[in-house]
C-alpha cells in the first residue's frame, strides 16, 4: 500500500449528501477482476451523458461539461471536499480504488459511511471527518487553484493563508497509513495468539472446529 | 457495575488480542464469500503465497451475476462469465466449499446462510457485501467488509476491528395487522435517517421484534445498514433457537444441547447500558413506500410525496429536490396515484418463503395489471425455490402475470440481464432505492412483498389492506 504523509493539493468540490457507493461506481464495473484502472469511471453516471461499460475506451464518451469534476480548474484535484454520511451503501472497496486510481488522496467530509470509511485507510487515501461548519467554511472559502495541506503527522490540515484545522485520526490506522504497512502482516505476527484463542474456542463451541 | 449487552457479549466472545489504542483483532467464525468482491482478495493471497487460515469457515456462493432464466446454458455475458468462473477456480484452488450456480442450494449469500445453518447465534459473520448484516437476526455479530479485508480474514480468520457504541432502537407497542418486517425497518429509517446509526452496532428490540419470524427479523437487520449501522442484532430466543434445530450446518447431538445453552445468554441484559436508546411508536406504523433516491425519503402508503420547500436544513432540500426530479414526481401527489411499470419481489431483504407466500397470498387468483411490464418473482435460494414450487406458490405468480425465475440477487442491483430501463418505475421488495441502482436512469420505490404484489396488481401503489 502506497504510504501518506504530507499533501499539498487542489481541492474540488462535490456538494452533495449521502454520496453512495453506487454512485461513485456503479455495480457495471464490479464485474472486473482487477483491483487498477478503476478511476476513468469514477462518479460514472454523473461525469458522462453515455452509459458507461467496463472496458470502454473514456476517451471518446460524452461528456456532462456540468458535473464538477469535469470543470478544467479541477483537473489534477487531490483533494474532494464534499458533505455528509460520504461512501454510504455497498462495501465495495472499488469504491475507494476508484477515486484513488483518478488522483484523489484526501476526503473531506463532515462524516462518512462506516465501511466506506475503513476501506480507504487499506488503499491509501485519508477521509478526514470535520465539524459541518467547518467543512461548510472550506466549501464557502473555495475559489479557483484553492489549495490546502494535509499534513498525516501532525493531523493538521494547513490552508494556503496559514489557517489551521486539526483533524482525528485513529492512533493505529494512522500508524498504518504513514508506514504503508499491510494489515495481514501486521495481524500474522499474532499468529500464535489466534491458535491460542482457537484451542480455547474450541472447548466452548466445538461444532465451530469440526 | 452495569450489564452487558448483546454487543458487548459477542465481542468480548471473540477478542484474540487488544492493541493500546483499542483496536481489537477479532475472531471470525463464518466468512461468506461471493464472486464480485473476492476476487482481488484471492489474488492477493497468490501474490503473497498465503492460504487460507481455516478453510472449513468459509462458504462461497455466485449470486450477484447470476441469471434468473436458462441456467442450463451458462451465463452469456463474457465478463460476469469469467468472475463467476474465476470464484469456482479460486474456491477449488484453496479448498473453500462452494455451492456453485447449478447446485440446488445456491442463491443469495445472505439467504443461504441462515438457511443452511451456516451462519449461526453467537458466531462473527462476515462477508464482503453490506448487507451481512441481515446474520445479526440470530443473534450474531455479523457485518459487511471490504475486499482487503475479505483477503485479511482469509488469512487470518481474524480482522482488525474497533468497537462500535451501542444502539438501542426499541419498539413500543404492537404493530397494526398486516404490517410486516419489512414496513417496521423502513419507519425506523425514515425516522433516524440513512446516517443514524453511523458508529453503531443497532440492537432491535420490543415485542413488534419479538413477535416477528425469524425470516421478518433477517429482513430488519438486513437493512441496519441503509439505517448507517455495519451491523444490526436481535437477541436469542426460543424463534431463533427452532429455526436453527435440523439444518444442514447446525450443531449435531451434544453439541446441539451445548449450544443451546451457550445461546440462552445471547440477549442484552436487564441492566445493560446504551450509548443511545431511540424508542419507536409501532403501533402508528402503516405500509411504506419510498418515494426518493435514499431510504429515508420514505412515507406511509395513504401519505403524499413531501413537499421540499417545508424543509429548512438546505443540504437536505437540495436532495430532496434533486430525488423528486430524477423519481419523476412532484410535492403533494398521493403515493396511491404513482403507477409503476415493473415489480420485483426478491432480493436478500424480501425473498425467503414468508415473503414469497406474503406476495402470493395477495396474487392468488388476481392478475396483474395492462401497465405493468414485468413482474419478476426471484426466490433467495434453490431451496426456497423448491419450497415454494411444493406449496404451488409459483403456479399462483404465474398464474397472475408474474415470471418465476431462479434464484439470485437479481434486479435489486441488475448486474445480470434484470433491470429497469431508463425511466422505468418499479415497485421493488429489495433494500436500495439509490439513482441507477436496478438499471441506467430506473426508478425504485422499496415496499414489502405484499405491497409490491399488490402494486402489481393495481398498476400503482395501493395499501394491500385495501386492494379489492
Ligand atoms: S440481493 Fe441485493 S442487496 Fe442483497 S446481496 Fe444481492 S445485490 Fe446485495
Redesign the interface.
Known sequence: MQAFTLLTGLVAPLN???V?T??II???F??????AGFGPYLFD?WRYLD?GE??MDCTHRLINKDFVLNKSQYKGAEILLT???FG??????HA?WALEDFGFRVIIAP?F???FY??CF??GLLPIALAADCVDGLFNELSEGYTLTVDLDAQKIIAANGREIGFDV???RKYRLLNGLD??G???Q??D??RA??VE?AK?????F? | MSGKTLYDKLWEDHV??T?D?G?S?I?I?RHLVHE??S??AF?GLRL?G?QP??A??NLAVAD??VPTTGRDKGIT?P??R??VD?LDKNCTEFGITEFTMTDARQGIVHVIGPEQGATLP??TVVC???H?STHGASGALA???????V??VL????L?Q?K?KNLLIHLNGQTRAGITAKDIVLAIIGKIG??GG??YTIEFAGVAIRALSMEGRMTVCNMAIEA???AGLIAVDDITIDYYRNRPYS??DS?WF??ER?WQRLHSDEDAVFDKVIEIDATTIKPQVTWGT?PELVVAVDDVVPDPTAEYDA??R??ML?ALEYMGLKAGQAITDIAVDKVFIGSCTNSRIEDLRAAAQVAKGRKIANNIKLALVVPGSGLVKKQAESEGLDQIFIDAGFEWREPGCSMC???NADRLEEGERCASTSN?N????QG?GGRTHLVSPAMAAAAAIAGHFVDVQQLS
Open positions: 452533495r449528501a449521502n453512495d453506487d454512485a456503479p455495480k457495471q464490479l464485474k472486473s477482476i482487477k483491483r453516471e452509459r467496463p472496458d458533505r455528509e454520511n454510504c451503501g455497498s462495501s465495495r472497496e475507494p462524516s459511511a462506516d465501511i475503513n476501506n487499506k488503499n485513529d492512533e493505529n494489515d495481514i501486521l495481524s500474522l499474532h499468529a495468539q489466534i484463542y482457537e474456542r466452548r463451541a466445538p461444532w465451530l469440526v | 484474540v488480542y492493541e489504542d483496536s483483532l475472531y467464525d464480485v468482491t476476487p482481488q489474488e503473497a498465503r487460515w481455516r472449513s469457515r450477484h451475476n455475458d465478463v460476469a469469467l468472475q474465476t453467537g458466531m464482503g457485501d453490506s451481512t457485518f459487511g467488509i471490504g475486499t482487503s479485508e483477503e485479511h488469512a487470518t480468520q481474524c482488525v474497533k462500535a440513512t446516517a453511523n458508529g448507517g449501522a455495519r450443531p449435531k453439541d451445548m449450544a451457550l435514499s443540504v437536505k437540495q436532495s434533486r442491483l441488475a448486474m436500495r439509490f439513482e441507477g441502482r441506467y
